[in-house]
Nanobody, 117 residues
Framework: QVQLVESGGGLVQPGGSLRLSCAAS????????MSWYRQAPGKERELVAA????????TYADSVKGRATISRDNAKNTVYLQMNSLKPEDTAVYYC??????????WGQGTQVTVSS
């Protein structure tokens, strides 16, 4: 049974930083592309960033490009999302998932990120 457990969310002031982590179990982690999605209240879930199996290829939403870095540690079965220069519009529940397509793969339970002064 695949389990994805996100952590690292919280309340941060505008301009601040957070590092989200997603610990995976129940799968051969190194065989999966991984991604981070987010969903703000009243909005659709959107792809934030994705990373290939070995980490050699990454993709970012235009809204976070230059402020976010996705990375992974296959030895620890963990994927990370470093977010800098956070803005109020980054407020959302952040989810990690296997693969990058929203219609397939496994999802974590999400971690809340709130950017507010």
């Amino acid at each position: 049974q695949v389990q994805l457990v996100e952590s690292g969310g919280g309340l941060v002031q505008p301009g601040g930083s957070l590092r989200l982590s997603c610990a995976a179990s129940g799968l051969l982690f190194s065989m999966y592309d991984m991604s981070w999605y987010r969903q703000a209240p009243g909005k659709e879930r959107e792809l934030v960033a994705a990373i290939s199996v070995a980490g050699g290829s990454t993709t970012y939403a235009d809204s976070v490009k230059g402020r976010a870095t996705i990375s992974r540690d296959n030895a620890k079965n963990t994927v990370y999302l470093q977010m800098n220069s956070l803005k109020p519009e980054d407020t959302a529940v952040y989810y990690c998932k296997t693969g990058s397509k929203p219609t397939s793969g496994s999802w974590g339970q999400g971690t809340q990120v709130t950017v507010s002064s």
